[in-house]
Structures are given as C-alpha cells and as structure tokens.
C-alpha cells in the first residue's frame, strides 16, 4: 500500500545505485550530488503517488534520468564525461589500478552511446534487471534493450581488442 | 545454422533467449569464431560491471541531511505563500462586504470573477487522497539543527507514531495549517 514504506529506508536503499547511474549518466561527481539531491527533492514530494508497482529505487531512478538529462544538457561540453579518480574505489577488487584504464574504456563507450541507450545499460547493469524490467521501466521495446546492450558491449570488446591483442582469438570473425 | 549476429550472442549472455537458445548454444559449440566473439561480449560485460561497481557512492547521512534543509526551507515559504494569499483573501472579502454596504448595487462581473475565484481557490486545491505521512526526521526538525544533531536523532530509536491515516484525518480536523501542509507534501514534483 502507498505510503508504507518508509522513505528514508528506501532513500538509504537506493542512494548507492543512484549515485553510481548519476555519476554515469552526467560524467562528473559535483553534477551526479546535484542529480541525485533534486531526484530525492523530487521523490520525495511525490511520494505519495508512488504506488509499489516497481522497486522504490527504479522509481527513483525514472526521475533521476530526466534530472540528469536536465543537467547534461545544460553542461557546457568540455565539462562531460570526466570521472576524477577518486571516485573509483581503489579499495573494490574491480578497482585495482591495473583494471582502472579499462573501466575508464567502459565510461568511454557508455558517453559515446545515445542518450537513451545510456540510460538502458546503465539500469539494466545497476539494478540487475531483465530486458522485459528495463523496458517496462523506460518505455521502450524488449527489442530496443537488446539492441542497446549489444551494441555497447561489441564496441566496448572491439576496443579491448584494440589495446589488448592477445585478447582476441581469431582475428577474422564472421559478423 | 548460420553464424549468429553479435545481439543474438549478447542475448545468450544475459540468459534472454528462449527457443533459440539451445540452437545458438549447439553452434556456439562446433563454431571457434563465435566462441571468441561471445568471450569478447562476455569481457565487455565484465568491464561494464566493474565499472559500475567500482564507483564508490558516499555515504547517503548527507544527502538526507541536505534534504531535509530543503524539505524545511520549502516548507516556510509555502507557510509564507500561503500566509499572505490568506491575507489577500480575507482583504479582497472584506473590500467587496464593504463597497456592497456602501452601495447596494450589483456587483460588477469583474469584481464578481474575482470573488468566485478567491472563494473556489480551496475547493480546487485539494488533493484527490493525502497518503503520505512526512517522516519524523524531517516533520520534527529544527531549521538550524547542525549535521551531527541530525544525525544523533535520526539514530535514536523512534517512538510508535499514528498512521498515516490518522495523520490525514488529523490534518482535516485541525485546520488550514496543517491540511496546507500536507497539500506542500503531495505538490506534483
């Protein structure tokens, strides 16, 4: 039922994975605070309406894709996409620094990705959900998430490839 | 079957395929190429996941703290909106009682629009249902209340509260207050 859930449990459950899709969705960490304070403002007046239908942080993450795209559109250009080290978690087995330059490859491939893409993959990673979930959530078709996915992960393999030879087997593959 | 495109092999990584799996799966098998071709997907997929959890969100204390200024703050000044449509309200009544005792004569259609407009403002300003109960640690915070204090009552351990409901029919029966804030609480984001 509305209203049950209490807000600050569901704000400490879901502040991680909307920081890390902010951080993500608008490039830098002073852009992803802003992003994720006007979605909890947000989130939190219109509460009310929330109605269970999906997890709370999926809620919360619809109103932080239109922040974030809100903020990125008013960004000026060179201010994209810059993630300061310090926000890689050096601590995190992922984070060591001999993975870091790939994670940065990762970023890479996610800013080049349309707008909408973005937001696909970035949900579907963060919130470890089905296609038929990321599509439910934003709109789109089981087809269109696919398609996304895919297309993000062949052009992030194809530059692994790239800088790391040994890491492709065959050098002509049938596409 | 032919080799198959790199969004039918993304599929298979994510487990989304359904009657075409066990037919990809079977090629996948006897087909080197695609084999390397979904161990680069499956690299990139590892790559994507590291990334993400390799971002190190702070912790959420400061965002609520910062929340709960906002949530005070935006408070007071629908209290001080409010306030002074009242004011308004109550000048613009008794301006049109007035000038009808002065004159006894019809009101003049503006005057009249204007009326029924300040009159109707309430009716139309109410919510469909009031489901939300604000949380404590924002309903019974000082304005100037520092981060640790904050922090220190958000860790006390929390007395039982009405309901929600209770909370709603409460707001009814005490008045304009408390039934505009609870309108601030359900305003459309």
């Known amino acids: ?121 970035t949900l579907f990673y963060l919130e470890d959900l089905s296609y038929r979930e990321v599509a439910d959530t934003l709109g789109v078709s089981i087809g269109t998430v696919k398609s996304a996915l895919s297309r993000a992960r062949t052009v992030l393999r194809e530059r692994l490839e790239r800088v790391s030879p040994q890491r492709k087997v065959a050098d002509e593959l049938p596409r | 079957m032919n080799c198959p495109d790199d969004e039918l092999l993304s599929a298979l990584l994510d487990n989304e395929l359904d009657e075409a799996t066990a037919e990809v799966d079977r090629h996948v098998a006897k087909c080197a190429s695609c084999r390397a071709r979904l161990e680069g997907l499956r690299n990139a997929d590892t ?94 915070a000082p304005a100037e209340e520092t981060y640790e204090e904050f922090m220190a009552r958000l860790s006390a351990p929390r007395k039982a509260g009405p309901t929600m409901e209770e909370r709603f029919t409460a707001s009814e029966q005490n008045g304009f207050e408390k039934l505009a804030e609870s309108l601030d609480m359900n305003g459309s984001g």
């Open chain 2, 47 to 140: 790559a994507f996941r590291g990334l993400f959890s390799a971002i190190e969100p702070p912790s959420a204390d400061a965002a609520l703290w910062r929340l709960k200024k906002r949530v005070v703050r935006s408070r007071r000044i629908f209290a001080l909106a409010a306030s002074v449509a009242l004011a308004a309200a109550g000048a613009a009544w008794l301006l049109l009682h007035l000038s009808g005792n002065a004159e006894e004569e019809p009101k003049s259609s503006a005057q009249t629009a204007g009326s029924d407009e300040t009159q109707q403002a309430p009716a139309t300003q109410q919510p469909a249902a009031v489901v939300f109960a604000v949380p404590d640690w924002i309903d019974a």
């Open chain 1, 1 to 121: 039922m509305k209203g049950k859930v209490e807000f600050e449990e569901a704000v400490r459950s879901a502040y991680p994975t909307l920081y890390r899709a902010a951080v993500v969705l608008t490039g830098n960490a002073a852009d992803a605070e802003d992003a994720v304070q006007e979605t909890l403002f947000r989130a939190f007046k219109a509460y009310g309406t929330f109605r269970g239908e999906s997890s709370a942080t999926t809620w919360m993450y619809r109103i932080l894709i239109r922040e974030a795209g809100r903020i990125r559109r008013n960004a000026r250009p060179t201010a994209q996409m810059q993630i300061e080290a310090p926000l890689m978690d050096t601590r995190n087995p992922h984070g060591a620094a001999s993975q870091s330059d790939e994670f940065r490859r990762a970023l890479a491939i996610l800013r080049d990705l349309a707008e909408r893409q973005r937001e696909m993959v």
